[in-house]
């Protein structure tokens, strides 16, 4: 598979990622409870929560960027990173991301959101694959996320990567935990004592 080729076969799974993982959900969100689940980010501008929610829309820009501009011929894929297998692999992942995530997000049902209202209570879910991880949503995330990575592994989409990885840490931890701790009280800290942030046993709330 080409360069050109790489590109456009991410820029396929991107767009697939997007209709399927926050276009259907939102309207399947929407047509079980009369809201789309989207909240937007939270905190003032300049706060470590604001932050983590700019840096991801940021993030999403910068790696569906990358595809973009080595479509362009701007930037090509990175040493040994452009090899066809790399790339095979790399659909595969990116796939298997696709359907972990639409997966996670059905198992979270009518609690599901973009964002976080400190206004209202959702129900916490702690069963199903959450009960395995407390962010299965966002580990399918970084699974696809990589998938498509290695597809068009450009230094763009590297980059883009590590913006993804570092704005979901902070978005989990200065916004969404500290909602749950608040809203659960012990239910949530006796599940975030037991179960992990994103791999089973990693990242424990004692």
Do not use: C
Not at 150 to 159: E, H, Q, S, T
């Amino acid at each position: 598979m080409n360069d050109k080729a790489g590109a456009v076969v991410a820029l396929a799974l991107y767009a697939i990622f997007g209709s399927v993982g926050f276009g259907w959900r939102s309207w399947l969100q929407w047509r079980n409870t009369g809201s789309t689940g989207f909240r937007g980010v939270s905190g003032r501008p300049g706060s470590a929560e604001w932050f983590g929610g700019v840096g991801l829309v940021i993030a999403v820009v910068v790696t569906v960027g990358a595809p973009v501009l080595q479509l362009a011929g701007i930037v090509a894929p990175v040493g040994f990173l452009g090899a066809e297998w790399i790339q095979v692999a790399g659909i595969a992942l990116a796939l298997a991301g696709i359907g972990a995530t639409v997966y996670a997000q059905i198992d979270m049902g009518d609690s599901w959101r973009i964002g976080v209202d400190d206004s209202e209570t959702t129900t916490l879910v702690n069963s199903g694959v959450f009960a395995f991880v407390r962010n299965p949503i966002y580990l399918a995330m970084f699974v696809f996320w990589f998938g498509v990575v290695l597809v068009a592994p450009n230094i763009v989409a590297i980059v883009g990567y590590l913006l993804v990885l570092s704005s979901i840490e902070l978005q989990v931890r200065v916004v969404e935990e500290p909602y749950l701790l608040k809203t659960h009280g012990d239910t949530y800290r006796h599940y975030a004592g037991r179960v992990g942030r994103f791999l089973p046993g990693v990242g424990l709330i004692r």
